[in-house]
């Protein structure tokens, strides 16, 4: 299978982010900026449909591209390449970003967590018909089709929830060594595990991230599944 990329996110929910889209708050990333990560702003739009301004930070190292927004409910830390990254790399990354993260914002809890990773293959027959038939019986004869599961499970005590997305449709790939764009077939495969909202006890710490470890290795585990032999 041809994977055009994959990006993997660690999403820290909590009602504690000092980080404002301000000046000030600029002085308090410095633990990311002396190491190589540029802040920018940019648009959030809220449930209540309120836009506000966030700040993001933002590292590339050839095709690595690590970036980390202090959301209003969130803090979200997404780690993109065009190839896929085993769990050692992830979790180093992991380390290092919660690491900074701490040394930023201090010792502040969050109430929910989350691993998502989102693949995008490029399609032909032989991969279409490969997955298609992990879950359908008929022949993948559809110029677009999705496929949407959820299930609950138990991860160090935690209630989460597991969701599986498989989606066929029309992406975008560049060139290499030109820059242009040509609009491909791919098919999208979305893992997302999650522990429950309906627990919102702020109870998760900066420096513990054994959830996500094994929030990871499930996200995995749920690809595997899809894209694997």
């Known amino acids: 299978m041809n994977l055009v990329g994959i990006s993997y996110n660690f999403n820290f929910f909590t009602k504690n982010n000092s980080i404002k889209a301000d000046s000030e708050s600029i002085y308090k990333l ?104 992990k879950f359908f019986s008929d022949e993948p004869s559809y110029f677009e089709w999705a496929l949407r599961k959820a299930s609950r499970f138990i991860v160090e005590g935690e209630e989460s929830n597991s969701v599986l997305a498989v989606n066929k449709g029309l992406g975008t790939k560049q060139n290499n060594g030109t820059g242009n764009i040509t609009q491909i077939e791919v098919i999208v495969v979305s893992c997302d595990n999650n522990t429950i909202a309906e627990n919102n006890t702020p109870r998760f710490e900066l420096n513990n991230i054994s959830i996500f470890n094994e929030l990871l290795k499930k996200t995995k585990m749920d690809l595997d599944k899809v894209i694997g032999d």
């Open 30 to 133: 410095m633990p990311f900026i002396n190491d190589g990560f540029m802040p920018t702003t940019g648009d959030e739009i809220s449930e209540e449909g309120d836009r506000y301004k966030v700040i993001r930070v933002q590292k590339e190292n050839k095709d690595l591209n690590i970036s980390i927004t202090f959301s209003k409910r969130a803090i979200l830390v997404q780690i993109t390449k065009d190839k896929e990254i085993d769990n050692v790399n992830l979790m180093d990354i992991v380390s290092s970003t919660f690491s900074k993260l701490r040394e930023t914002l201090g010792d502040i809890k969050g109430d929910r967590t989350a691993c998502i990773a989102n693949a995008i293959l490029e399609n032909d027959k032989e991969t279409e018909e490969k997955i298609y038939k």
